[in-house]
């Protein structure tokens, strides 16, 4: 489950709109326009133009080699990879100079926050809800009206199927707008010292320490700047691999169809037509009936309006099969050898101070989870982590943090009621009961089910009713963001991301750990 959204994460978006005044924000009009209508199920999104040459990103993990593969002896080099693919990698890449460009007015206005907070002895949330939240009121619904009556032209949707949109946009217009002026209120009254308008990458190790600008006498680095943004490179770096290797494997693939052809003394469309074409069944109407009757909670229209497009798509699916098990042929008996090299995931460091936890707080491996109790695919990953905790016991520390998407609206109260019930000793208790009620977890279910467990109803409906632990969640979910979630479950492991969510992957992973030498 992604995470899209990040209007209710209040916290999160205000210090993103004290970082920079010209921080583009999508409007509800372009969030509504329809998408255009594909000829299949499989639809490609177009390319925008770059300008180019790029600024340095300070994102490639090493650098490109001159040779990606060898063919049979034949060189598939760096010039190879095709206009349209350098063309994504630089949209990639332009992300984090992007960002580059905003974190340094991110992080001190950051530091603005928290010594405005701690000057006036409260939480940076309490402040951000007194100073930006509160002084931005409320759109009313004659406003939303307004907005959409002027933009209704490229909202193409019914106003009442869009309102809540309309409305939350507006909201977060006026927070950033209040969000600015309360970061120059800030900034006139503290001592900043910009050594440099914009952060650059650092050249070297050593240049990491450059300080590039001071904030009441606290340095903000170039260290600083990097660390902040590991997520968003090494995601960049992830994809940009990825969008080579592909490139690389298609004209692999289209240097040995070659050699073929011309070892047959045929064009590749006669060899092609021979052993691919020719081979591909033909889709009928009963296996797009199939296909729509297992598919059709995805698909917009009932069979007879989406038929032809199903059987398009299917016999496109059958013509990638049989291209690709070909491939598979040709590569059996030929010498290929691949010189790209996947970036390496980065490890991080994650508290697990104060935080519900299972197993040896020692232990040589520990697992963290950042979850949302609305979530469904974090209801189906909690059985099987709690699993690996109890099956390692004290081998493993098995640590829970809070991350509530901001689609889920009773999220954030269902972290803080886990973690009132947690006060009272009764977190993983509470918690299943969560996850088997996903959808019942308004206020007043919450308080039911702390009845159920014979909770101090008292006790934990003051802690609920006075939002104490939300500074708690609000913490989880900056250190969620610190270390590059954006949805959830997510896990790590001895502060590596892990993707593989099963009890066999899990397990695998654990194992492999445990046997890593001891430094």
Known sequence: MNLKNLTSRLYAIILLALAVASVATTTAAQRQQPATPSPSPVQTPALKPVPTPV?????????????LATVNGIRITKQDISAATQQRITQL?????????????????????????????????????????????????AEAQ?????????????????????????RTQRQNEQAKRFSEVL?????????????????????????????????????????????????????????????VELKINDTLLEQEAQKRKVTTRALLETEVTSKVPVVSEAQAQKFFDENKDRINGDFAQTKY??????????NQQANAAFATRLRSTAQVQTFLTPPEPPVYTISTDDQPSKGNPSAKVTIVEF??????????????????????????????RDFP?????????????????????????????LFRNQSALQVDKLKEYATQLGLDRAKF????????FTDKVHRDMLEGQRVGVNGTPTIFINGRRVSDRSYEGLKAIVEAALRVPAK
Not at 117 to 123: L, Q, Y
Not at 415 to 422: I, Q, S, T
């Open 55 to 67: 600024e340095d990103c300070g994102c490639e993990a090493a650098p490109l080699p001159e040779v």
């Open 93 to 141: 890449q332009q992300q984090v100079v992007e960002a580059r460009k905003r974190e340094l007015d991110l992080q001190i206005n950051s530091k603005l926050l928290e010594a405005e907070a701690k000057k006036r002895g409260v939480s940076s949330s309490k402040l951000i809800e007194a100073e930006i939240i509160q002084k931005a009121g409320e759109p009313t619904e």
């Open 146 to 170: 307004k907005f959409y009556d002027e933009n209704k032209a490229r909202i193409q949707a019914e106003f009442k199927d869009v309102k809540n949109e309309v409305i939350e946009y507006l």
């Open 187 to 247: 900034r006139t009254a503290a001592q900043v010292k910009k050594n440099v308008e914009v952060a650059q990458p650092p050249a070297s190790a050593a240049d990491r320490a450059r300080v590039f600008a001071t904030v009441n006498g606290q340095n903000i680095t170039s260290a600083d700047i990097e660390d902040s943004l590991r997520p968003l490179i090494y995601s960049v770096q992830e994809q940009v691999y990825n969008l080579r290797k592909q490139d």
């Open 309 to 318: 497009q199903i059987i398009q798509y299917l016999q496109e699916r059958e």
């Open 371 to 400: 979850t949302d109790f609305q979530c469904p695919s974090c209801a189906q990953a909690q059985p099987v982590l709690e699993r690996i905790a109890n099956e390692y016991a004290d081998r493993v520390h098995f640590v829970v």
């Open 405 to 433: 998407l901001s689609q889920h609206a009773q999220a954030m109260k269902a972290a803080e009621a886990a973690e009132a019930a947690r006060e009272q000793g009764k977190y993983w208790e509470y918690v299943a009961i």
């Open 461 to 468: 409906d003051a802690a609920l009713d006075s939002g104490r």
